[in-house]
């Protein structure tokens, strides 16, 4: 199978079409497009019925198998072992609850305990596999600006992976303490921590200025190193993404929820919309998904572009507590364009009006496409937090923030639709990851209480004990104590490559 942009290049030009080995390596397309599969590989009726009788990592063999098809099935194998196994604190990877009358897909198994484990797992594997592929002598050196999450995430995933370095910039006081640490004793030969005198910002906009800079990207070629980043555009960490709708959908077959060909939704808690897209494949592909929800916090751009065909970055950014949701522009979302239009120049002309002036019209004929696989809705905090009580008083469940957001849209599509299909909440972060607002949520004083001492309180409320990760943290020695200038980041990178 061959990768293309969703700007066109490689669709007529079969020589700029990619394997899925470069398209890895690459990341984002030389024309500024983000690469696709040429054509979506179509499973039998009888696909999921199929996994229903394998485990998390055979699953995962099938399903990627059918687009990294210049990767052999051991490759495959190795990669999926290397990423899951022993790694999260379920053997079942991302098992699905049942609370109430929905399926809760817990994404959140992983060594971060959020749903950005499924991918950053097996991206560095499927990466490193890539480079010997294709002869690639160079290590690649990821660099990472993080506002917590994602930082965390890349870092357990890249940590002593042949002919990889991962570099993570976060903004010096910054981040919660939690985040601070998971990030700070990060063990591995290959991995840098650096906390920058800035904001968010200023470290996002000192890694797109090193990306950016030709003379350094020669310098460092020179000494073997090639700059990459782990960010969510990139394939390799969409595809692994895709595999969990069809494990899903496959557990409720197995435990009798549904029959094999039974159509099922799923609502997803939505940000950068990489999620939701690895859903949308999904259905692409043949399984039954009847309705993506896409569910958004007061950042409520995709909701009001679902419901009207038009794109607007020019509004306010709200700072919310679901914090992994606060976004304007959802990158991903150009994929989607592509596929539903399977015309390259009119997605570069919308992406261009994005930048130059903040939104596009994608037209009526969007509209009724959009409508076709997605409803959307978006809650604010206060609903947030009245949901996460009222689903713990009701069920003994405890949500997330996240979580809570994608069960209280759900809730909303279903009294609007009045659907009776089975639902999945795709949930994407262990409350224990929001001790504070959760707490708040419960009733719980959280205020003046250290971050373990908060997690002490919600284990005393959730029959889930805390994830090790988290709570393990206690004692770990600190690795990386290192500040740095805004200005002195390139130096850093530099002296890092060079080690
Ligand atoms: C990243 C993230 C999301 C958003 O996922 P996208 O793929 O960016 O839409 C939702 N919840 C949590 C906890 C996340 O970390």
Redesign the pocket.
């Known amino acids: 199978m061959k990768f293309i942009s969703t700007r066109g290049l490689g669709a007529t030009d079969k020589s700029q079409a990619m394997d899925s080995a470069e398209a890895i390596i690459r990341g984002l397309a030389p024309d500024g497009g983000l690469y696709v599969p040429e054509e979506l590989p179509r499973v039998p009726a009888d696909f999921a019925a199929q996994l229903a009788e394998l485990d998390y990592a055979r699953r995962a063999r099938r399903v990627l198998s059918l687009f990294l098809t210049d990767y052999t099935e051991e490759e495959i194998a190795g990669c999926i072992d290397r990423a899951y196994s022993g790694k999260f604190d379920d053997g079942r990877i991302a098992p699905v609850k049942q609370v109430g009358d929905k399926s809760v897909l817990e994404l959140w198994h992983g060594p971060t305990s959020?749903?950005?484990d499924m991918a950053l797992q097996l991206l560095p594997q499927l990466l490193s596999t890539a480079l010997k592929k294709t002869g690639e002598k160079n290590r690649v050196l990821i660099l990472v600006a993080t506002s917590g999450?994602?930082g965390k995430a890349a870092l357990a995933g890249f940590a002593d992976v042949d002919q990889t370095k991962i570099c993570v910039f976060y903004p010096d006081g910054g981040v919660s303490d939690i985040q601070r640490l998971q990030m700070a004793t990060q063990k591995g030969e290959n991995v840098a921590v650096l906390a920058i005198k800035g904001n968010f910002d200023d470290a996002q906009t000192g890694v797109k200025k090193i990306f950016g800079d030709e003379a350094a990207a020669k310098e460092l070629a020179e000494t073997g190193v090639q700059l990459s980043s782990a960010n969510?555009i990139n394939w390799g960490r969409l595809v692994p993404q895709i595999v969990y709708y069809f494990s899903a959908y496959a557990d409720l077959i197995a435990a009798g929820r549904i029959k094999a060909g039974d159509t099922v939704d799923f609502t997803?808690?939505?940000?950068?919309?990489?999620?939701?897209l690895a859903g949308f494949y999904a259905r692409q592909m043949g399984l039954p998904v009847g309705k993506l929800v896409c569910a958004s916090n007061a950042n409520n751009v995709l909701t009001d572009f679902i419901q009207t065909g038009y794109y607007d970055r020019r509004r306010e950014f709200f700072k919310t507590i679901?914090p992994?949701?606060d976004?304007l522009v959802?990158s991903?979302l150009e994929r989607l364009l592509y596929h539903l239009t399977g015309d390259p120049a009119r997605v570069a002309a919308w992406m261009k009006e994005l930048n130059e002036t903040g939104g596009y019209d994608a037209g009526e004929n969007m509209l009724a496409r959009l409508a076709n696989y997605f409803w959307a809705g978006w809650v604010d905090d206060a609903k947030t937090l009245e949901t996460i009580k009222a689903v713990y008083e009701e069920y003994g469940y405890v949500l997330?923030t996240?979580t809570a957001v994608a069960w209280a849209v759900a809730e909303a599509y279903r009294s609007k639709t009045r659907s009776d299909r089975p639902m999945v909440i795709v949930s994407?972060?262990s409350p224990y990851?929001f001790s504070s607002s959760v707490l708040e949520a419960l009733g719980e004083k959280a205020a003046g209480k250290d971050a373990f001492a908060q997690l002490e309180a919600l284990e005393e409320k959730n029959p889930v004990k805390a994830p090790v990760g988290l709570a393990g943290l206690k004692g770990l020695p600190v690795l990386h104590k290192t500040v740095v200038e805004k200005a002195d980041m390139m130096k850093a990178v530099k002296e890092f490559a060079g080690k």
Do not use: E, Q, R, Y
């Open positions: 959020a749903f950005k999450d994602t969510s997803v808690p939505t940000g950068n919309f990489g999620n939701i679901s992994s949701m976004i959802s991903n997330d996240h994407t972060a990851k």
